[in-house]
């Protein structure tokens, strides 16, 4: 894939902005549409970078719709998707269609659930960490004897309450999502989570990936009907690792943003570690040149 220069932060004046994330610009698209910029932004710790990663956005955005595809009404339909099927080059002014292309998908306008959906298949990150202190992750009891990166019995749903910006989500149990929104509308999610990803990690098996854990979010339509929105299995969301790697009791090499997590935690700001607030520290050229090859790698195994 041929990488464009990077894209930082969007600026189309033919839409008016709604939003933006970490790393999505969301445009109004009239009343009952979106239209979400993938820019070159990365995150690591609810903290945003202040250097871009080259054609991250394009690369984001290409997984997303590999996997909506894979699993929306054209493959295995397990969830409706959010996806409107128009081009996004057709909503913008023609000078506005080089900050678009690629990285950007056009889609319905929904009402978001404050609820991301993570499930792990793997312990890993602060699950591991969890495990360590608790023997359970987000009140889900595990069997004693795992390690670090063990696969577990079956995946477990461990969800979170989304922060704002800059703020870090909140984990929480199953009981306390049937608090904020309801037992039916707090099962469904978690059973069409669990559903996704036992036939993604499937899939991605077949390429000789490990999917270990991911998050999705869903949001209601103006019919009441659950719809899986806004990424998708990307490594933004999801701990991608090359299965030929994977051994159990070490942090295996991976394809997600684990590496520059890594660079961060062992990285010295005025000889102290970084405390994971704003500003982050600058990124040198080898990591985000690495981190760009890892995205990349990522999306050429996936879909080859």
């Given at each position: 894939m041929t990488i464009v220069s990077a894209l930082h932060t969007s600026a189309l004046t033919s839409l008016t902005l709604l939003a933006r994330g970490k790393v999505r610009d969301n445009y109004a698209v009239g009343t009952d549409r979106i239209l979400m910029v993938a820019s070159d932004r990365i995150s690591a710790f609810d903290v945003i970078m202040g250097e871009p990663i080259p054609g991250k956005g394009v690369l984001l955005t290409q997984m997303a719709l590999y996997w909506f595809d894979k699993l929306g009404p054209k493959g295995l339909n397990l969830c409706p998707i959010h996806l409107t099927g128009d081009a996004p080059e057709s909503v913008v002014s023609a000078a506005e269609v080089s900050q678009v292309q690629g990285r950007s998908m056009l889609?319905?306008?929904?009402?978001?659930?404050?609820?991301?959906?993570?499930?792990?298949?793997?312990?890993?990150?602060?699950?591991?960490?969890?495990y360590q202190e608790e023997q359970a992750v987000c009140g889900v009891k595990l069997p004693s004897g795992l390690k670090n990166a063990s696969k577990l019995p079956e995946p477990i749903?461990?969800?979170?309450?989304?922060?704002?910006?800059?703020?870090?989500?909140?984990?929480?149990?199953?009981?306390?999502?049937?608090?904020?929104?309801?037992?039916?509308?707090?099962?469904?999610?978690?059973?069409i989570s669990i559903a996704i990803y036992k036939a993604a990690s499937a899939i991605a098996a077949e390429k000789g990936i490990i999917i270990a854990d991911t998050k999705f979010e869903f949001g209601l339509d103006t019919d009441g009907t659950l719809v899986l929105m806004d990424e998708v299995l990307t490594p933004d969301s999801s701990r991608y690792w090359p299965a030929e790697s994977y051994v159990e009791g070490v942090n295996p090499p991976s394809y997600d943003k684990q590496f520059l997590r890594d660079w961060l935690e062992s990285n010295l700001v005025n000889g102290k570690p970084w405390d994971k607030t704003p500003p982050a520290p600058r990124l040198p050229r080898e990591v985000i040149e690495k981190t760009s090859a890892k995205y990349e790698e990522a999306l050429q195994r996936l879909t080859r």
């Open positions: 889609v319905k306008r929904l009402k978001p659930l404050p609820v991301e959906a993570v499930v792990r298949g793997y312990l890993a990150g602060s699950g591991w960490k969890e749903y461990t969800p979170a309450a989304k922060a704002a910006v800059g703020e870090h989500d909140e984990n929480i149990t199953f009981e306390k999502t049937v608090e904020m929104i309801g037992l039916d509308l707090a099962t469904r999610i978690r059973d």
